[in-house]
Antibody, heavy 112, light 113 residues
Framework: QVQLKESGPGLVQPSQTLSLTCTVA????????VHWVRQPPGKGLEWMGV???????RYNSALKSRLSISKDTSKSQVFLKMNSLQTEDTATYYC??????WGQGVMVTVSS | DIVMTQSPSSLAVSAGETVTINCKSS????????????LAWYQQKPGQSPKLLIY???TRESGVPDRFIGSGSGTDFTLTISSVQAEDLANYYC?????????FGAGTKLELK
């Protein structure tokens, strides 16, 4: 059974770095890709980036300078790091395996 | 980047009506190798993750009621919900996965009239 679960701090101070973890079950990160998508409160979905099964990455050009996605296949975990956070980065952050399987999301608030 | 233009942004319906949501991409989503359109439709209810309804433009995900119908090809796509039920009131998004970044439409809010 495919499962993904995001975890991380609920509150981050402006200018700090966000670190999130996506722990997966039911599939191997050596065979499947994992995407990160975020959604500001009351707004639409924004694709952030992907780490391919090969370990390569692609990022949304609007976030590329601040965003890094990595993984530890032995732990079935994918990591998102984004620096220089601002209030407009307040959102629910989701990880997904392609289009079919999504985590429950983690709400991150950027505030002092 | 491929731009996804979704319309309308909101739709007020009565139970039993048929509704249509449109999604237009700035370039073709048709892949010549598999001869498929890389377009997905999602339903999202408040406080929940997006739920996949349709993939490859017209293939219904397992367990999705057959009143949800995806159609279209190339750059123009449609999600039709026939005989809308109260449980269908939600936000709907299209997404292209033809090329990264895998962009989304802005969403359509389906509300009760």
């Amino acid at each position: 059974q495919v499962q993904l679960k995001e975890s991380g701090p609920g509150l981050v101070q402006p200018s700090q770095t966000l670190s999130l973890t996506c722990t997966v079950a039911g599939f191997s990160l050596t065979s499947y890709n994992v995407h990160w998508v975020r959604q500001p409160p009351g707004k639409g979905l924004e694709w952030m980036g992907v780490i391919w099964n090969t370990g390569g990455t692609r990022y949304n050009s609007a976030l590329k300078s601040r965003l890094s996605i990595s993984k530890d296949t032995s732990k079935s975990q994918v990591f998102l790091k984004m620096n220089s956070l601002q209030t407009e980065d307040t959102a629910t952050y989701y990880c997904s395996e392609g289009i079919a399987y999504w985590g429950q999301g983690v709400m991150v608030t950027v505030s002092s | 980047d491929i731009v996804m233009t979704q319309s309308p942004s909101s739709l007020a319906v009565s139970a039993g009506e048929t509704v249509t949501i449109n999604c237009k991409s700035s370039q073709s989503l048709f892949g010549s190798v598999r001869q498929k359109n890389y377009l997905a439709w999602y339903q999202q209810k408040p406080g929940q993750s997006p739920k996949l309804l349709i993939y490859l433009a017209s293939t219904r995900e397992s367990g999705v009621p057959d009143r949800f119908i995806g159609s279209g090809s190339g750059t123009d796509f449609t999600l039709t919900i026939s005989s809308v039920q109260a449980e269908d009131l939600a936000n709907y998004y299209c997404q292209q996965y033809y090329d990264t970044p895998y962009t989304f439409g802005a969403g359509t809010k389906l509300e009760l009239k």
